[in-house]
């Protein structure tokens, strides 16, 4: 039992410091650290084949929803990928034992956003697959990744810079801003593709950047050739074929084809 006093001490100390305006994540990071190895030698994590009370799988569950979120502070991804795999056995293998936790779309539904933003859809899929039907309709947590991957399936860009300031939580900014990049990278490829040049202004309104300090900065982490006239240069990436379809002969056979099968005919 004091093996427990002492997880749940250090809980305390973590829930405190993470309830601060602006949390010391190094300390964050130490106690959680300290807590991982104090649940695994109290033997209640999901790994475990022994029995645990609803109040050690609670105060587990509790631990490793705060490691998830503090992993999004930390920008840790793999640290985030982990503490999801374990969550959610406390969310559906678990959820006939234990009340439901008031984190527990949020941290779902950031799981979606984290899929997405690494171009995962077949995982995306597969997870979403184990929501009810009635939350993946209404959950604002569940919805917003849902809506961000129709739009990413119509190509509706905008939609989905517009998503950005629309988010169901702050710790979603962190994956939509991977995402965005991402898209931003789709919508820079096809410029150089479309374009022999365009204008700096055109350049930042396609790609959602909000001034032209912006779009220079871009250009030059793409290495795009800036000219005096204050245009993107691709001339190098868009490469003509030397040598154009024979179109006056090409139609002139399909001509001869036409009479002969209308002979054959």
Same mark, same amino acid.
């Given at each position: 039992?004091?093996?427990?006093?002492?997880?749940?001490?250090? =809980?305390?100390?973590?829930? !405190?410091?993470?309830?601060? #305006?602006? *949390?010391?994540?190094?300390?964050?990071?130490?106690?959680?650290?300290q807590? #991982?190895?104090?649940?695994?030698?109290l033997? &209640?994590?999901?790994?475990?084949?022994?029995?645990?009370?609803?109040?050690?799988?609670?105060? %587990?569950?509790?631990?490793?929803?705060?490691?998830?979120?503090?992993?999004? /502070?930390?920008?840790?991804?793999?640290?985030?990928?982990? =503490?999801?795999?374990?969550? #959610?056995?406390?969310? &559906?293998?678990?959820k006939?034992r234990?009340?439901?936790?008031?984190?527990?779309?949020?941290?779902?539904?950031?799981?979606?956003?984290?899929?997405?933003?690494?171009?995962?859809? /077949?995982?995306?899929? !597969?997870?979403?697959?184990?929501?009810? %039907?009635?939350?993946?309709?209404?959950?604002? =947590?569940?919805?917003?990744?849902?809506?961000?991957?129709?739009?990413?399936?119509?190509?509706?860009?905008?939609?989905?810079?517009l998503a #950005?300031?629309?988010? *169901?939580?702050?710790?979603?900014?962190?994956?939509?801003?991977?995402?965005?990049?991402?898209?931003?990278?789709?919508?820079? %490829?096809?410029?150089?593709?479309?374009?022999?040049? @365009?204008?700096? !202004?055109?350049a930042?309104?396609?790609?959602?950047?909000?001034?032209q300090?912006? @779009?220079?900065?871009?250009?030059?982490?793409k290495?795009?050739?800036?000219?005096?006239?204050? &245009?993107?240069?691709?001339?190098?990436?868009? !490469?003509?074929?030397?040598?154009?379809l024979?179109?006056?002969?090409?139609?002139?056979?399909? @001509?001869?084809? %036409?009479?002969?099968?209308?002979?054959?005919?």
């Amino acid at each position: 039992m004091s093996a427990v006093n002492g997880v749940v001490a250090l =809980y305390q100390q973590l829930k !405190t410091e993470w309830a601060k #305006k602006t *949390p010391n994540l190094d300390k964050c990071g130490n106690l959680l650290s300290q807590l #991982k190895v104090g649940l695994t030698q109290l033997m &209640f994590l999901p790994t475990s084949n022994s029995i645990a009370s609803e109040q050690e799988l609670l105060l %587990a569950r509790d631990i490793l929803e705060l490691g998830a979120q503090y992993s999004i /502070a930390a920008k840790d991804i793999p640290s985030f990928e982990r =503490y999801m795999a374990q969550l #959610k056995c406390y969310y &559906f293998d678990y959820k006939g034992r234990l009340p439901e936790s008031a984190y527990m779309y949020q941290l779902l539904g950031l799981n979606l956003l984290f899929l997405l933003s690494q171009n995962r859809v /077949a995982e995306f899929h !597969t997870e979403l697959e184990l929501l009810p %039907a009635n939350i993946i309709q209404t959950n604002a =947590y569940v919805r917003h990744p849902l809506a961000l991957e129709q739009y990413l399936m119509e190509g509706s860009y905008n939609k989905i810079f517009l998503a #950005k300031g629309n988010v *169901p939580a702050d710790s979603y900014n962190f994956f939509m801003d991977i995402l965005l990049d991402t898209v931003r990278g789709e919508i820079a %490829a096809c410029l150089e593709r479309a374009y022999q040049k @365009i204008s700096l !202004t055109e350049a930042a309104r396609r790609l959602n950047l909000p001034s032209q300090k912006a @779009i220079t900065e871009y250009g030059k982490q793409k290495n795009w050739k800036l000219g005096n006239d204050k &245009f993107f240069h691709f001339g190098s990436a868009v !490469t003509k074929n030397e040598d154009p379809l024979p179109s006056v002969e090409l139609v002139a056979q399909t @001509i001869e084809y %036409a009479r002969e099968l209308e002979m054959i005919v």
